[in-house]
């Protein structure tokens, strides 16, 4: 901005008509100075301010998104506990039936929302994955899902429902809804877009061997699998 307006004021100092006393001459370079110095320190502050305002509003949203948000999902059967001996249940069951699918015989197993949420639990920890403290609550015809995901370091909570295919190489879920903590209304699609890759990618990681068909009643998952 002052490389023009600088030699300009120069050539206004020196080049007068009657050349200016050591005063004048610099009265008018104060002039210049106090002048191209505003422009300077407006432009540095405008910078300043910008980034100053970016960094309250990215703290603002992080810190809303941090504080509140939805609850854990509601089991249908009762208190949900989460530790190893379920996760140990939930593997045990799964290898049984398909150790059955595998004679090429027909199985099916049980599951309960405290061997669900235990084993998704343990996967996630495996996995290093983004999604953690995982709840899965069941319900007639659907299940919910609900945790916490990291972003920029803080966790940030999510409920989720909707229903799990298992027909093909690797789960699916079909979520109906979505619930994220408490982020402003043009920064919810984007967290959706985050949970919903975040889930698809837990599911990439699972390999199914044979074609399942899951029936969800309040706190409990019938599977049915076909060699």
């Given at each position: ?7 300009m ?13 050591v005063?004048?001459?610099?009265d ?6 106090l ?104 319900h ?88």
């Open positions: 901005v002052t490389d023009g307006i600088l030699p004021l120069r050539r206004w100092v020196y080049a007068c008509p009657t050349a200016p006393t005063m004048e001459a610099r008018r370079m104060f002039i210049i100075r002048f191209t110095g505003s422009i300077i320190g407006m432009i540095t502050g405008l910078f300043v301010g910008i980034i100053v305002l970016f960094l309250i509003f990215a703290g603002l949203i992080v810190g809303l998104a941090a504080t509140g948000g939805p609850a854990s999902c509601t089991p249908g059967g009762g208190p949900t506990t989460i530790d190893a001996a379920n996760a140990a249940s939930f593997q045990t069951k799964w290898d049984a039936m398909n150790a059955t699918l595998d004679g090429g015989a027909p199985a099916s197993a049980s599951f309960n929302e405290s061997e669900l949420s235990s084993r998704a639990d343990a996967f996630l920890q495996e996995k290093d994955a983004p999604l953690k403290d995982p709840r899965v609550c069941l007639n015809g659907y299940g919910e899902g609900s945790g916490k995901f990291s972003f920029l370091g803080f966790n940030v909570k999510f409920k989720v429902k909707g229903t799990m295919e298992l027909a093909g190489t690797h789960p699916k879920a079909k979520i109906d809804s979505i619930e994220i903590g408490n982020l402003p209304g043009f920064l919810i699609a984007p967290a959706e877009r985050f949970v919903n890759s975040a889930i698809d990618s837990a599911m990439d990681d699972v390999d199914l061997d044979h074609k399942y068909t899951p029936a969800l009643t309040e706190g409990k998952a019938a599977v049915g699998g076909q060699p």
